[in-house]
């Protein structure tokens, strides 16, 4: 994933999260911006990825 699509994911979360809206939407809406091009990504995949931008910022 290009970085400039890396943060654009990173900030797309942490909204999410900033905005209260729950762990199984934060993930399944982290999947679905992830999802696509060469990788399949699913909610639990997901989850993983808003758990990691979770710790970092």
């Known amino acids: 994933?290009?970085?400039a699509l890396g943060s654009q994911l990173a900030v797309?979360?942490?909204?999410d999260m900033r905005t209260g809206k729950d762990?199984?939407?934060?993930?399944k809406n982290a999947a679905y911006?992830?999802?696509?091009g060469t990788g399949s990504v699913d909610k639990a995949k997901g989850a993983l990825i808003a758990e990691a931008i979770k710790t970092t910022y």
Not at 12 to 15: D, E, I, L
Not at 33 to 36: F, L, M, T, V
Request: proline residues 6%; charged residues 25%; hydrophobic residues 25%.
């Open 23 to 27: 762990d199984t939407t934060v993930a």
């Open 12 to 15: 797309g979360v942490c909204n």
């Open 1 to 3: 994933m290009p970085e």
């Open 33 to 36: 911006r992830c999802d696509g």
